[in-house]
């Protein structure tokens, strides 16, 4: 049995991890201060006694003895970054500090939820984790996407400075059950939307591309890289291959909602990068042939069942 620190483990992705780590019989400290994320995320685990959950910020320090990290802590959606992003700056940049100083400590390995933004509008395609990337460091992503590099230099220093045990993953557009229903993501969005007969908004002309990851595919290819030798660091791209226009994911959704909801077209947001597709061969190699299973139609059908189930409550 390990005992494993998630921070984050109250948002979308870290509820699931937490859920899959305890499952694995470990033991499982979830640290979050529930900005984006919600306690009926993790609910389910209180009475679990290998379950412990702290309300914690991670821009300041936090001591405990465990045996991995996983660094997830951080909003994720445009709208939630955008609205403090002084904090979501400090929040990458600060929490990275405290974590790789944890495990500096205590020598745990620690795992960096890293993102594509990192490539910001990509000028190679798709893209691998050799590409440098095309970021805006003044623009109104950019706390989130400067944030997020900045923490990845961070972890390499240590690594390189320290020796400290590092993994980074560089996750493309995920999504599942638990996402939070007003986090103005594109596929919540768009299901949310299609249920409550509202109009599917879509930003700019819907040609813009995204490849779009089942929550439970990240999570077996976050598994996997923490279980890797020392010598594999990353970054690894994990995502799904599968490119779709943003128009094509409305009317996918309109389709198995079976929704009468229009498409209506809204201004594109600044600096949206036009394409997104990751290159997965480093995963590949690295992660025990690590490629998702689960296809867009099978993975919002389970999303459009949770939304159904927690709309109607
Ligand atoms: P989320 O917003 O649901 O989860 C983030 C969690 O971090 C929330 O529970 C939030 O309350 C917590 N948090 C935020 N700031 C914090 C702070 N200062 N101290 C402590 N906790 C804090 O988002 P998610 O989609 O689950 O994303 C999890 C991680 O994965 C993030 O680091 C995100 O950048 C990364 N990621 C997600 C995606 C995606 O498509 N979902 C893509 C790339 C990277
Ligand atoms: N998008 C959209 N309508 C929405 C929300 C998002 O058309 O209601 C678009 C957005 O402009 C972007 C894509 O969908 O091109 C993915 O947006 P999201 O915020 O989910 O993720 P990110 O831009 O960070 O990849």
């Known amino acids: 049995m390990k005992r494993i620190l998630i921070t984050g483990g109250a948002g979308f992705i870290g509820s699931h991890l937490c859920d899959r780590l305890l499952e694995e019989g470990n033991e499982v400290i ?3 201060n529930y900005f984006t994320g919600a306690k009926r995320n993790i609910i389910h685990l209180l009475d679990n006694p290998y379950f412990e959950l702290i309300r914690h ?35 990458s940049v600060m929490g990275a500090i405290n974590m790789l100083g944890l495990a500096k400590r205590i020598k745990a390995k620690v795992l960096q939820a890293s993102t594509s933004e990192v490539y910001g509008d990509p000028t190679i395609h798709p893209q691998p984790e050799t590409y440098w990337g095309n970021v805006n460091p003044i623009g109104t992503r950019s706390c989130y996407d400067e944030g997020k590099r900045c923490a990845e230099t961070l972890f ?7 020796r400290v045990r590092i993994k980074i993953i560089r996750i493309f557009n995920t999504y599942g059950p638990r996402m939070h229903p007003d986090d103005g993501r594109v596929v ?10 509202k109009d599917l908004t879509i930003y700019g002309d819907g040609s813009q591309t995204r490849s779009f990851q089942y929550v439970d595919d990240l999570l077996e290819g976050m598994v996997r890289m923490m ?36 498409l209506i077209q809204l201004p594109l947001p600044q ?42 409550k």
């Open 188 to 197: 919540s969005n768009f299901i949310v939307q299609a249920l409550q007969g």
């Open 271 to 312: 600096d949206d990068p036009l394409q997104r597709k990751p290159v997965i061969t480093e995963a590949k190699i690295h992660l025990n042939d690590w490629e998702p299973v689960v296809g867009l139609d099978e993975g919002l059908q389970r999303t459009i069942t949770y939304f159904d189930n927690l709309l109607s």
């Open 156 to 162: 390499m220093d240590y690594h390189l400075q320290n």
């Open 30 to 32: 979830c640290l979050d």
């Open 57 to 91: 910020d991670v821009t300041s320090s936090f001591y405990v003895e465990v045996d991995e990290i996983y660094n997830l802590a951080c909003p994720a959606s445009p709208i939630h970054y955008q609205y403090n992003p002084i904090k979501t700056v400090k929040t």
């Open 227 to 262: 279980q890797t030798g020392d010598e594999v660091t990353g970054p690894i791209n994990l995502g799904n291959p599968d490119e779709f226009t943003i128009l094509k994911l409305a009317k996918k959704v309109l389709e198995l909602t079976g929704s009468k909801s229009k």
